[in-house]
């Protein structure tokens, strides 16, 4: 059944309701005097998103408040609830949070530190890792002009990885939190991050919850479709990722044991999916961690002739590795997705090729991969004949918008894209090599 809000692709209006105030009612016509075609609604009570709810305008030119009314309720109805809240407020970890940039968007760029330099955290600091190619016009100073928290370093090593470790050797925080430059956080995401990595020390590594800035583009809304943004189900409920209890070593390696806050698993899948645990827009490990799994892969990465795949690898290495990794929904940023379908296009095939390219480097780097990914491919076989679907009880909250496919094409792009992979990973560790041996 299509959508109603991708027959025309005109655009849909995200809009932030939050369950404790009065409803809004929702106009069909935009400021320039179009419509939209419908809203996607984020759903949030006492501050946490707990749904994404999707709405077209039927016909009318105005969404009533008591509409609106209706779906928030039943919403926040359908949602669990929040785990309870710790008996006394905990110390909250120091955060340097890393923002690699080649100072291709300087006015996302721009907007996404001002909302960092305002973060509700007492202690934290924020790197900006300028990663720009030589005779890139200097427009840092001013960018960064009038943000206290905000600070530069040079990493002149092309590719989103060598900026992260230098990022990383840079910070001084308990926790290095990372996000893009293309990405506007929410005032709560940092204290998000650090009462999680207080309240389980446990955990690694925690990432949050990525939702789309605009979805004004068709390119916007397939992106929306064949990914759900970021690669998988998006969730609204708290989350642990840790190596599954298993027969054998391999298979506790290979396997990966989803958690909800009680500790009870909820279902398990490859370590290869570990895409499932969130992206590098938004992720945040303890810094020992990084000391104990790092660096990222200088050759991998946007960047790079790999092009991707690095914050999946340093998933997988945590988790493979004995880690754990946490989910917070209340951790949210929000991403703007590329408008415009060639770029789309360039970003899907990119994502196929990133993805060998890190099975690439982990085989590289540990052998036993081999028969990591050997003992998953009935794993891969299974989700293949039932259509790859989520296991029941998986929460899908923009089913409506999920409902028409993006061209065919996209996912032929993926595929060509992971055969390239193996080898444009060999060409960027030659091309790492080359550089390293100039210096």
Not at 21 to 50: F, I, K, N, Q, T
Not at 107 to 128: I, K, M, N
Request: glycine share 12%; aromatic share 6%.
């Amino acid at each position: 059944m299509t959508s109603p809000l991708l027959e025309d692709h005109r655009p849909v209006h995200v809009v932030v309701v939050d369950a404790e105030d009065a409803a809004p009612s929702l106009p069909a016509e935009r400021g320039d005097g179009s419509r939209w075609a419908g809203v996607w609604l984020v759903v949030r009570r006492g501050g946490a998103p707990v749904a994404v709810v999707e709405a077209g305008f039927g016909g009318q030119d105005v969404l009533p408040s008591d509409t609106v009314r209706v779906l928030v309720d039943a919403a926040v109805a359908g949602h669990p609830g929040a785990p309870p809240e710790p008996p006394t407020p905990p110390v909250l970890p120091s955060v340097s949070v890393v923002v690699p940039t080649n100072l291709a968007r300087p006015g996302q760029l721009r907007a996404s530190l001002v909302a960092l330099d305002a973060l509700d955290h007492p202690d934290f600091e924020v790197v900006v890792v300028d990663n720009s190619r030589p005779g890139t016009p200097e427009v840092l100073p001013e960018l960064v002009a009038g943000l206290s928290r905000v600070r530069v370093v040079r990493e002149p090593v092309p590719g989103i990885s060598a900026a992260r470790n230098a990022g990383v050797r840079s910070a001084r925080g308990e926790v290095v939190a990372f996000t893009d430059d293309d990405v506007q956080v929410d005032p709560g995401w940092l204290r998000a991050l650090a009462t999680r990595f207080a309240v389980r020390p446990d955990e690694d590594a925690v990432t949050g919850l990525i939702l789309p800035a605009e979805l004004e583009t068709a390119a916007q809304l397939w992106f929306e479709r064949h990914y759900g943004g970021f690669g998988a189900t998006r969730v609204f409920t708290p989350l642990t990722y840790r190596g599954a209890a298993g027969r054998n070593r391999l298979t506790r390696r290979a396997e990966v044991a989803v958690q909800d806050w009680d500790g009870a698993e909820v279902r398990r899948f490859a370590v290869y999916g570990a895409g499932a645990c969130g992206a590098g827009a938004n992720m945040a490990f303890r810094a020992r961690a990084l000391q104990r799994f790092g660096p990222f892969d200088e050759a991998l990465g946007t960047g790079t002739p790999a092009r991707g795949g690095e914050d999946l690898a340093m998933f997988i290495r945590l988790l493979a590795g004995g880690g754990s990794i946490g989910y917070e929904p209340r951790a949210v940023v929000h991403h703007t997705h590329r408008a415009d379908y060639p770029s789309l296009r360039g970003q899907i095939e990119a994502y196929g090729l990133g993805f060998t390219a890190m099975l690439s480097s982990l085989v590289r780097a540990e052998p036993w991969h081999v028969g990591g990914v050997l003992s998953q491919l009935p794993r891969v076989a299974r989700g293949a004949l039932t259509g790859g679907q989520e296991p029941a009880g998986a929460e899908d909250p923009a089913e409506a918008l999920l409902g028409a496919p993006p061209p065919r094409e996209l996912v032929w792009l993926e595929r060509r894209g992971a055969l390239k992979g193996p080898a444009a990973y060999l060409r960027s560790r030659r091309a790492l090599r080359r550089r390293h041996h100039s210096q």
